[in-house]
């Protein structure tokens, strides 16, 4: 069990600039989860899979941002049109409805976005 | 819409005494899970401990337990025998039953004092 994997860390890109962002969960697990964590806060629900379907998607989820997991494995998240208030940590999550932690969510280590 | 509240921004305690953290929340559903998360420094969040609303026991898991009210809708966190390692940003969670997002307070800083 390797857990939740998130690629890349840090990533900095300028203004107007789209960037993608990519989660790998924990082996097995069907569920899949994103969420925003801006400085100081705590993180706030983006989106959530169950296998390859986008089941929920927050207010918050601009149409600049986009979200697929196209084989129920591994998910991307694309902003489009990058704007300073994107700056945040994208922490990615995952699930599994099996075991006695039931639907216990586990994080990736986030990606930290700087829009400049 | 259910909305969690951690009225500390900070708390400090020295090592080896007892610590406990304040989390109240406002839902209308009756049938909903709570946890504490801990972020440490640039490190990824982790489950501490979890209560499901429908036992009236609180939860323990070694020196960390909670105080559940569910009429007062309060869900401390004490830490007890604090250790250096227990310093992070400690988040108050909420799930609805028939949900699967986690709504999170703002978070508590808690640093340890040798």
């Known amino acids: 069990d390797t857990g939740v994997s998130q690629d890349p860390r840090h990533k900095i890109t300028k203004r107007g600039q789209n960037v993608t962002f990519r989660c790998d969960p924990i082996s097995e697990h069907n569920r899949l989860y994103w969420y925003r964590q801006t400085l100081g806060q705590g993180p706030e629900f983006l989106t959530y899979f169950q296998n390859e379907a986008q089941l929920e998607k927050s207010r918050l989820l601009s149409d600049r941002f986009s979200a697929e997991r196209p084989k129920g494995s591994f998910s991307t998240l694309e902003i489009q049109r990058t704007e300073q208030g994107d700056s945040a940590m994208y922490l990615c999550?995952?699930?599994?409805?099996?075991?006695?932690?039931?639907?216990?969510?586990?994080f990736g280590p986030g990606t930290r976005l700087t829009v400049t | 819409a259910q909305t969690v509240t951690q009225s500390q921004p900070e708390m400090s305690v020295q090592e080896a005494e007892t610590v406990t953290l304040s989390c109240t929340y406002d839902t209308s559903e009756s049938d909903y899970y709570l946890f504490w998360y801990k972020q440490p420094p640039s490190r990824q969040m982790i489950l501490v401990i979890r209560q499901e609303a429908y036992k009236q026991q609180n939860a323990t898991e070694n020196r960390f337990s909670v105080n559940f009210q569910k009429a007062a809708k309060s869900f401390s966190l004490k830490i007890s025998d604090s250790q250096l390692g227990d310093a992070a940003m400690y988040f108050c969670a909420y799930r609805s039953a028939g949900a699967q997002k986690l709504v999170f307070g703002q978070g508590t800083r808690l640093t340890i004092n040798p």
């Open positions: 999550a995952s699930s599994s409805p099996q075991g006695l932690a039931v639907y216990e969510q586990y």
